[in-house]
């Protein structure tokens, strides 16, 4: 039996494909926050936190995305 052969190559004339990992592209969700927060939000239009604990400036029209399964896991629970 002989190790199977491994190949380096090192070609340095390619460029560099460096994958540009922009801010994390999560599907949208409907996330739960507190009336207050959502309040806030909407007057000044920064993002608040949900019940999941991300930060999120909620939708317009939260009736187009589904529910955020982290905030309704912890919003059944309690
Ligand atoms: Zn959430």
Redesign the pocket.
């Known amino acids: 039996m002989t190790p199977p052969e491994v190949e380096i190559l090192t070609d340095l004339d390619s460029p560099t494909i460096v994958e540009l990992t922009e801010e994390d592209e999560e599907p949208d ?1 409907t ?2 926050v507190s009336q207050a927060d959502l309040i806030h939000s909407q007057i000044t239009g920064q993002a608040i936190q ?3 604990g ?1 930060w999120w400036v909620p939708k317009r029209n939260p009736d187009d995305y589904p529910m ?1 399964q ?2 309704l896991e912890i919003f059944t629970r309690s």
Do not use: D, P, T
Request: include cysteine; charged fraction near 10%; proline fraction near 0%.
């Open positions: 969700a996330h739960i949900a019940l999941c991300k955020c982290g905030c």
